[in-house]
């Protein structure tokens, strides 16, 4: 039980273009989830929360214009790059949890490389 | 703001040898713990939590963590390393429930035959 997927798995895409990311809970209601996103070598910095219904949490220093987050569902949220440039490939993670649960459960993570 | 910090951000050991992963955390009030594994190209797999019962919590693949409240400490160990060890571990506090996790920055474990 719970599990989360992530689509696509792996994603290149050019200079300008917009690239959106799914983040489904396959097995349960994700009141929370969470995006995260993780340089080569380096640890996971969170990105955002969103709460199903309502408008993501940015933290400082991330660009909500720029990284567009929708959790419409509550088993579905999704990440936007819009005009995704070089320096926004990276690993981007989500992670969701449902009320009650002490734990968040982390999907497989999408692989972003804009040439 | 909470931190974490992992002791070493590479760690080469033995094949059947022990394997210890130093993780401090910064908080005043009793947190959730959290120990993660990432393999390369994957997402995190939980190895164990620590949620406020016992100190010493047991997890999966011989993993375990011992929560000390005086050290701010949660280290993990596993007696006797296997090959599939190798990978990046992430330790994790949550300071309370519900909220946001804060990873440390990671230790790349080595495993030599």
């Known amino acids: 039980g719970a599990v989360v997927s992530q689509h696509p798995s792996r994603v290149i895409c050019k200079s300008g273009t917009s690239v959106k990311i799914e983040c489904r809970s396959l097995?349960?209601?994700?009141?929370?989830m969470f995006w995260y996103r993780q340089f080569p070598k380096q640890s996971l910095m969170l990105m955002a929360t969103s709460n199903e219904g309502s408008k993501a949490t940015y933290e400082q220093g991330v660009e909500k214009d720029k990284f567009l987050i929708n959790h419409a569902s509550l088993t579905l949220s999704t990440l936007t790059v819009t005009s995704a440039h070089p320096e926004d490939s990276s690993f981007y993670i989500c992670s969701a949890r449902f009320i009650g649960a002490n734990e968040q459960f982390f999907g497989p993570g999408t692989r972003l490389t804009v040439l | 703001a909470q931190s974490v910090t992992q002791l070493g951000s590479h760690v080469s050991v033995s094949e059947g040898a022990l394997v210890l992963l130093r993780c401090n955390y910064s908080s005043s009030v009793p947190p959730y713990l959290f120990w993660y594994v990432q393999y390369p190209n994957q997402g995190l797999q939980l190895l164990l939590k620590y949620t406020s019962a016992a100190t010493l919590v047991k997890g999966i693949n011989g993993f375990e963590a011992e929560f000390k409240k005086s050290e701010t400490s949660f280290h993990l160990t596993k007696p006797s390393a296997h090959m599939s060890d190798a990978a990046e571990y992430f330790c994790a506090v949550e300071e309370a429930a519900g909220n946001k996790l804060t990873f440390g920055g990671g230790t790349r474990v080595l495993v030599k035959p």
């Open positions: 097995d349960f209601q994700a009141t929370t």
